[in-house]
Antibody
Framework: QGQLVESGGGVVQPGRSLRLSCAAS????????IHWVRQAPGKGLEWVSV????????YYADSVKGRFTISRDNSKHTVYLQMTSLRREDTAVYYC????????????WGRGTLVTVSS | SSVLTQPPSLSVAPGKTARITCGGN??????VHWYHQKSGQAPVLVIF???DRPSGIPERFSGSKSGNTATLTISRVEAGDEADYYC???????????FGGGTKLTVL
């Protein structure tokens, strides 16, 4: 089944930047699309972004478009989420999840990393 | 983009059947996937493509769809089924992935 491990979360001031990583182990990351999904404290799941297996297609939620950038380095078995111009409403646990095709179901999730945007 | 509507909460006695609904425009033409999320844990896929069950998910979990409503049914509910349940679709008109608001299942 393999593992996805998110990292890079922490406390950051509004307006600053942060880069999250999603590292894959025990499976071949380069054959999977990867989504980022977030969950604000006490709230539901919100889709954030997706990147295709080869990086050729990327999509973003309206709430983060123009501020967040998804990328991947298959040689390092890692997908990134570069977050800029962070807002308090970006505070959430960020999960990465893999899909066999971009439009398919989220078959396996990481445990998440907490991002807190606060002054 | 699509909006998926779920009841915020549902309470069921052990051994009974829980039915969690997910409504939305054009849901009949979209594949619906379901996840459960236990407290403090990551979501887990329980039903995909409306009715399919991943390996490791008990047969007590089943999915169905009629018109613009998808339903996750949990038969013979157990205390361990207590969790938040989310439906999800891909909105091809916007290339956005959409989750329902979630249903908190309480086992009495």
């Amino acid at each position: 089944q393999g593992q996805l491990v998110e990292s890079g979360g922490g406390v950051v001031q509004p307006g600053r930047s942060l880069r999250l990583s999603c590292a894959a182990s025990e499976f071949t990351l380069s054959t999977y699309g990867i989504h980022w999904v977030r969950q604000a404290p006490g709230k539901g799941l919100e889709w954030v972004s997706v990147i295709s297996y080869d990086g050729s297609n990327r999509y973003y939620a309206d709430s983060v478009k123009g501020r967040f950038t998804i990328s991947r380095d298959n040689s390092k078995h890692t997908v990134y989420l570069q977050m800029t111009s962070l807002r308090r409403e970006d505070t959430a646990v960020y999960y990465c999840a893999r899909v066999q095709r971009m439009t398919a179901y989220f078959e396996h999730w990481g445990r998440g990393t907490l991002v807190t945007v606060s002054s | 983009s699509s909006v998926l509507t779920q009841p915020p909460s549902l309470s069921v006695a052990p051994g009974k059947t829980a039915r969690i609904t997910c409504g939305g425009n054009n849901i009949g033409s979209r594949s619906v996937h379901w996840y459960h999320q236990k407290s403090g844990q990551a979501p887990v896929l329980v039903i995909f493509y409306d009715t399919d069950r991943p390996s490791g998910i008990p047969e007590r979990f089943s999915g169905s769809k009629s018109g613009n409503t998808a339903t996750l049914t949990i038969s013979r509910v157990e205390a361990g089924d207590e969790a938040d349940y989310y439906c999800q679709v891909w909105d091809k008109t916007s290339d956005h992935w959409v989750f329902g608001g979630g249903t908190k299942l309480t086992v009495l």
